[in-house]
């Protein structure tokens, strides 16, 4: 599973290997259709719509819902169950909304009825190597990879602390690039709210990272506008 797709405030750019290969797979992702489109004809019967769609978000929904649960197993398991609800309502789906935002409306609430089911989210470094697991393909210089693990082990131990519904608004933001509109949508609040969030979200996660850098964080240089 390939965890490197850059976010927008808190992951490092990809390597320039890396970025071709994503500006190639955009430009043959921009030839098949709209993700609304694919969708419509993966309800029509076409499975190489679902293929692409596939192709196109598995990373991004991979990663929100690592951060979100801490633990490979459950994130396998909730992956699986976000597809697996967009193929049982693929006769049913309409495109009153970005597939990405229905993509990820979906996982919200796979995620939420887990843990509802469970009452528990597991602790902080509940998985051990996850950091490490996140930043494998960080680069080829032992002392970067080094760095960069360190800060993505400090990332996540502050994305931890953050209440629920900040770190979900972040994550829907950063890791699924949702709009404000759309985030407030999946969470079933105004915009104005879910920028609330997002803005005291970053705000503390700048905070946690640099009073333990001594310095201005690497990560979420950026406030949402």
Not at 3 to 29: D, F, I, N, S, W
Not at 67 to 93: K, P
Not at 160 to 181: I, K, M, N, V, W
Request: proline share 5%; hydrophobic share 35%; glycine share 8%.
């Amino acid at each position: 599973m390939d965890l490197q797709e850059p976010g927008r405030l808190g992951v490092p750019p990809p390597t320039r290997k890396r970025a071709t290969r994503q500006r190639h797979a955009g430009r043959l992702a921009g030839m098949e259709g709209s993700d609304e489109e694919l969708m419509q004809r993966y309800s029509a019967g076409e499975p190489g719509a679902f293929d692409t769609l596939y192709a196109r978000h598995r990373t991004a929904l991979y990663r929100y819902l690592l951060r979100q649960s801490r633990d490979a197993a459950v994130t396998d398991d909730l992956f699986q169950e976000t597809w697996s609800r967009v193929i049982s309502s693929r006769e049913r789906y309409q495109p009153t909304a970005r597939f990405r935002t229905y993509l990820f409306h979906l996982a919200h609430n796979c995620f939420i009825d887990h843990y509802r089911r469970r009452k528990a989210r597991p602790e902080v470094g509940a998985e051990p190597g996850l950091e490490e697991r996140i930043a494998a393909d960080e680069g080829s210089d032992p002392a970067q990879r080094v760095e960069a693990a360190v800060m993505r082990r400090r990332y996540l131990r502050a994305l931890e602390s953050l209440p629920a519904e900040q770190r979900d608004t972040f994550l829907l933001y950063e890791e699924a690039g949702l709009s404000l509109d759309d985030i407030g949508g999946v969470m079933g609040v105004a915009a104005e709210t879910a920028k609330s969030r997002l803005r005291y979200a970053v705000a503390k996660l700048k905070k946690a990272l640099a009073s333990g850098a001594g310095k201005a964080p690497l990560y979420l240089v950026e406030q949402p506008e």
